[in-house]
């Protein structure tokens, strides 16, 4: 298990009903994307659990197909929404505490692109953190499951570069016991996104898109990887870092307003400031670009108990002096969620054999071109248990095979070299502002001249460190996104390009995969169960 947010660790549990599972963590294991998670988790339960009564599944599903702007895999979103309910029923069983109302139901809340309240939160506003410590306490309750955290994955090990060639588990890196060949029967990918290669982020550090470089090299396939979702609501301070400031704070009333005090998304979107996060994203872009500056404004005086609803956020916006029941806070949108991903079946299987993925990382179809708040825990936990029960599958069905001989043969580069913290800086920096919100295809060819030049003196180098790997994965992965993008002559969901203002009719996924100069195509998945 390469990750341990909320899809490595569900997945951990699965699998250890079939064998041993190595979960490794990144970082320390509290540190995850997913216990920064601010919004909750989607799900459509009972009435008397706290939904709406005119809520429904079709509904859940119907409002994913929205958000998705016509590139979700419809037998993805079902599967997710229909499996939803009864992951999160079995969070309650595991005790995570949702909030609850006077009533004693759970405290359904809203968020953009939802037509009802069907978000579950913990605290307001620490779900994330809440959903990490359950499931890390699950499975540290499994005598088959060892967690080695501040652990690297540097590659899947592979008998060859022939297509097809199996995953025979990892190459790690931990500060204590140095390199390490981990051998697996299965190795499911749960490494989360890439938000790192933009300057700026939500992501926590360790988000520099390891999951997709692996897969990449590994031989795997790779999709619709110009979609990146930007989050509409960031605070934005000179010099503090882009605190979230999470959508169910709209949910609960807050609206954005421009330098004039003025609301501006009412005539947007029918949904207002609940649009979904793209269309909020652009809108606020668009305002800025009218009345000039950097930002617009959060305005949530109007929210109820607001320091007792979201007291994470209170406790942000108090450090820099923002009282939310008298003050609005300046907003920026930032780099938030990865929408494409590693390709994978309805199974969580790649064409890598053996080589499963969940998560953030992957691409199953499920967010089509913009993902609906909340559904990527949602997502998590759905999938991470579907690729822990096919691990778990594989490793009943063992043949008692060993380890294959690999053999690893890299040349040492000659090639000049390049300051490592520069070239981080550098790609994040181009990032930003050349593969932004806001896209052209003049900016695009540039950026990958830039990533090019980058990669041509570091890609080819050998580094004995964490820094050097993680930033050969920004290279690769912010080349594949910017290819992508400059492909994808189109304006989709997360993806907009000025000088292709319209959706092209019909929809396809583009697929990248190593060795191969440009994209292949498929269609979108409607009733037919998809396949990689």
Not at 130 to 136: P, V
Request: hydrophobic fraction near 40%; include cysteine.
């Amino acid at each position: 298990m390469i990750g341990a947010g909320v899809a490595g660790l569900r997945a951990a549990v699965s699998a250890s009903e079939g064998g041993d599972v190595i979960v490794l963590a990144k970082g320390p294991i509290e540190q995850s994307a997913t216990a920064w998670a601010q919004g909750g988790v989607a799900g459509v339960l009972a009435s008397d659990e706290g939904a709406e009564p005119h809520d429904s599944v079709a509904a859940h599903l119907a409002d994913t197909l929205e958000a998705g702007a016509g590139l979700c895999d419809a037998p993805a979103a079902r599967l997710v929404v229909e499996r939803g309910p009864a992951r999160v029923r079995e969070l309650i069983d595991w005790g995570i505490g949702f909030d609850r109302g006077a009533d004693g139901r759970f405290e359904a809340g809203r968020e953009g692109g939802h037509s009802s309240r069907r978000i579950y939160h913990v605290g307001g506003d620490a779900t994330g953190a809440a959903l990490q410590r359950t499931l890390a306490e699950r499975v540290g309750a499994l005598s088959n499951v060892r967690v080695f955290d501040r652990c690297f994955a540097l590659d899947v090990v592979t008998p060859s570069n022939a297509e097809g060639a199996p995953a025979l588990g990892a190459i790690t890196h931990h500060p204590r016991y140095g390199l390490q060949m981990i051998w697996a029967r299965t190795t499911i990918l749960a490494s989360g996104g890439a938000g790192q290669a933009f300057r700026e982020t939500t992501n926590p550090p360790g988000a520099t898109g390891d999951g997709w470089a692996l897969a990449y090299r590994a031989g795997a396939t790779l999709q619709d990887m110009a979609f990146v979702q930007f989050h509409p609501t960031v605070l934005y301070l000179p010099g503090a870092s882009r605190s979230l400031i999470s959508e169910a704070v709209r949910g609960e009333g807050a609206v954005l307003r421009d330098d004039a005090g003025n609301r501006f998304m009412e005539g947007v979107h029918e949904l207002a400031d609940l649009a979904p996060r793209d269309v909020v994203s652009r809108a606020i872009v668009d305002q800025i670009a009218r009345q000039g500056g950097k930002h617009v404004w959060l305005d949530a005086r109007g929210v109820e108990r607001f320091v007792e609803r979201f007291p994470s956020i209170a406790g942000v916006l108090d450090r820099f002096g923002i009282d939310p029941s008298k003050d609005m806070a300046p907003v920026h949108p930032a780099a938030h969620y990865t929408i494409g991903g590693v390709r994978t079946d309805l199974e969580g299987r790649t064409d890598v054999p053996n080589l499963l993925a969940a998560g953030e990382v992957a691409s199953t179809g499920l967010h089509g071109a913009n993902r609906l708040a909340s559904n990527s825990l949602l997502e998590g936990l759905v999938f991470g248990a579907i690729t822990g029960d096919v691990a778990a599958d594989a490793a009943r069905e063992a043949n008692g095979r060993g380890p294959s001989k690999v053999v690893s043969d890299i040349p040492i580069s000659d090639h000049g070299e390049l300051d490592l913290d520069d070239v981080r800086s550098s790609v994040r920096s181009a990032m930003w502002r050349n593969v932004g919100l806001v896209r052209t295809g003049a900016k695009l060819a540039d950026v990958n001249e830039m990533l090019d030049f980058w990669g041509k003196y570091t890609l080819d180098k050998i580094f004995e460190s964490p820094e050097g790997w993680e930033a050969q994965n920004m290279l690769l992965v912010g080349a594949l996104i910017a290819r992508s993008a400059a492909w994808r002559e189109e304006s989709r969901g997360a993806h907009l390009r000025t000088d292709f203002a319209d959706a092209s009719d019909p929809a396809s996924h583009d697929l990248w995969r190593r060795g191969r100069a440009g994209p292949t195509t498929v269609g979108v998945e409607s009733d037919a169960e998809a396949s990689v």
